[in-house]
């Protein structure tokens, strides 16, 4: 049976089944990974020495006003900070909706770094 298919007869409603809550470390994982590939596409592949950016870090919780995530990241300096912080916060809510079935997550971006491009050559 598809996900979402009308269940077999004499199943309870789907209120009455019960629900699941994720625990937050899986969560933050799907943003994490989110913000990772929504990075991979908006950054050039010149720039900044991609050993010296750190990985996106999550950190989500879940109250009586739903989920709270809050991914930090390290970001190549120069580079147009509103696109690729639109971008990354459109991608992470949207995984979250739909891995995690979470209404309207509440997702707050923090720009721990900017990471200047490695020098070449020599400096004086």
Known sequence: MAYGAVPAP????PGERGSIRLADRVLERIAARA???????QLPDDGADPD???SPRAKAS????GVSIRVGLDLPYPLDLAAVTR???H???ERV??????????VALVV???VPAAPSGRLR
């Open 52 to 54: 010296r950016i750190d």
């Open 62 to 65: 879940q109250g009586r006003h």
């Open 97 to 106: 909706v739909q891995l995690a079935g979470s209404e309207d997550p509440r």
């Open 91 to 93: 991608r992470v809510s």
């Open 35 to 41: 913000a990772a590939e929504a990075l991979a596409d």
């Open 10 to 13: 004499g199943l309870p409603a």
């Open 87 to 89: 971008a990354v916060h």
């Open 112 to 114: 721990e770094r900017l």
